[in-house]
C-alpha cells in the first residue's frame, strides 16, 4: 500500500526557511518522479516541483532559486526545502506520485507565512 506523509510545517515569518519532508512507504521513492504541489485557500492546487528517479528536478518558474527539492533513498524521504518565504506561499503542501494509472496524495502540511 503506497502511503506518503508529509511534515515539517508551520508558522514562519516572511523570509524566513522551512524545510518540508515526504516520507514514502511501499513505493521506493527513489525508482519514482515524486512532486510536491500545493494549495492555498480558495485557489487550485498548483505544481510546486518534481524530483524524479535520476535525482534530476524540476520547478514552477514561481519557486525556482526559492525551494530546492531533494531525496534520501535511505530514508526513502524526499524533501523541499523552501526559503526567502513569502505570504503568498501560504497553502497546505501536498506531496504525490502518480504509479500504475493511479495518482497517490499525501494529507498535506500547512505553511503560513506571517508578513
Known amino acids: 500500500q503506497v502511503q506518503l506523509v508529509e511534515s515539517g510545517g508551520g508558522l514562519v515569518q516572511a523570509g524566513g526557511s522551512l524545510r518540508l519532508s515526504c516520507a514514502a512507504s511501499?513505493?521506493?521513492?527513489?525508482?519514482?518522479?515524486i512532486n510536491w504541489y500545493r494549495q492555498a485557500p480558495g485557489k487550485q492546487r498548483e505544481w510546486v516541483a518534481t524530483i524524479y528517479s535520476s535525482s534530476s528536478a524540476t520547478y514552477a518558474d514561481s519557486m525556482k532559486g526559492r525551494f530546492t527539492i531533494s531525496r534520501d533513498d535511505a530514508k526513502n524521504t524526499v524533501y523541499l526545502q523552501m526559503s526567502s518565504l513569502k505570504p503568498e506561499d501560504t497553502a497546505v503542501y501536498y506531496c504525490?506520485?502518480?504509479?500504475?494509472?493511479?495518482?497517490?496524495w499525501g494529507q498535506g502540511t500547512q505553511v503560513t507565512v506571517s508578513s
Open positions: 511501499g513505493i521506493s521513492a527513489s525508482g519514482n518522479a
Open positions: 504525490n506520485t502518480y504509479i500504475r494509472f493511479r495518482n497517490y
